[in-house]
């Protein structure tokens, strides 16, 4: 087992089962994530005894960089885990902090069809430790902080999520990474039980809906997802969701050239989120080599931009980043297998 895997009450629990007191958990904590030592043999506040257990019982490896990119404001990471399999995440840097956007699983089964990370089919979900591992090894390689989170990478969070709940009560425990949940964000295709599960989560974290498409024709042509999970039920759960959590949500909507730019669709997404505790974030398409979908035109996402505001719907266009290295989701992992 790897100790950046257990949650702070996990980690209790281990020691109350060991015939130790939970505050070692604490203790142990503050270790790994305050203090950034990755040898348990240097937790020199605990018994020598105790510390020899836990090199019994746990590992602590961060996942391999094996490659890094590098454009204006942004970095995109490879990483190699213990089983060889590949994963990506991306550093972003904006004029309030650094943004990491981790990656929850091996490749991913939601199959859409604009996104290099769906043409890999999924191989398995991330453990806790290694999503965690991500945002420690990136903090290492650069020697800064990260004060941002979103689970945006390789995978749908949701359909890996006893380890991505784990995962954000380590990172946002102010004895773990420390990182506010606010300034964590969750985007999920629209798996609706687990939509539902998440309206209890504890913590206040942000939800982005990957939405795509206005209609349930279109969307099922490019998010196969929408066959198991329709737009009209996913946008009632987002509905619920807004009431029992009374939380805004993010709407995603990459714009892809003469497929769901067109000012009927713009008309026809601003119906569908009137009166919605929403804002839509406008993503220009990354372009990748193997697939067919180009990026709209710079005056096609003005208009679609412009159409949504007149009709009183909150929306930003997401700023471009990494033109200059593999960009898309995905793309890096795709050179290497």
């Excluded at 650069?142 to 004060?147: A, L, N, T, Y």
Aim: with cysteine; hydrophobic share 35%; net charge positive.
């Amino acid at each position: 087992m790897n100790l950046y895997g257990l949650t702070l009450e996990k980690l209790e629990k281990y020691f109350e089962n060991i015939g130790e007191k939970k505050f070692k958990a604490t203790q142990v904590f503050e270790w790994i994530y305050q203090k950034r030592e990755e040898k348990i043999e240097n937790f020199s506040n605990i018994k020598k005894e105790i510390r020899n257990r836990l090199e019994e019982d746990f590992k602590m490896e961060l996942p391999e960089i094996i490659k890094r990119e590098t454009d204006v404001l942004v970095e995109k990471f490879l990483f190699c885990l213990s089983d060889s399999e590949k994963i990506e995440a991306v550093l972003m840097r904006h004029d309030y902090g650094l943004s990491v956007c981790v990656s929850s699983q091996v490749g991913c089964n939601m199959g859409c069809k604009f996104c290099e990370s769906g043409r890999l089919k999924k191989v398995r979900n991330l453990e806790t430790y290694e999503m965690v591992g991500q945002i420690l090894a990136i903090e290492k390689e650069i020697k800064e902080r990260i004060s941002r989170v979103v689970i945006m990478g390789i995978g749908e969070p949701l359909d890996n999520y006893e380890n991505v709940m784990n995962f954000i009560k380590i990172i946002n425990h102010p004895k773990g990474i420390a990182i506010g949940s606010r300034h964590i964000t969750l985007s999920t295709c629209g798996i609706i039980p687990k939509i539902k599960l998440l309206s209890d989560f504890p913590l206040q974290i942000n939800l982005a809906l990957s939405l795509h498409a206005p209609n349930d024709e279109l969307r099922s042509k490019i998010m196969p997802i929408n066959k198991a999970y329709p737009l009209m039920e996913v946008m009632e759960t987002i509905k619920e969701y807004i009431k029992k959590t009374n939380r805004r949500v993010t709407i995603e909507y990459i714009l892809l050239k003469e497929i769901n730019d067109q000012m009927s669709h713009a008309k026809e997404l601003a119906k569908l989120l009137k009166g919605m505790n929403v804002y839509v974030n406008l993503i220009p398409y990354n372009e990748t080599n193997h697939i067919e979908f180009k990026k709209s035109t710079k005056s096609t996402i003005n208009a679609f931009y412009e159409t949504l505001q007149k009709e009183k719907i909150n929306v930003t266009v997401r700023r471009e980043f990494g033109k200059n290295i593999s960009a898309a989701c995905g793309q890096l992992r795709s050179k290497e297998v």
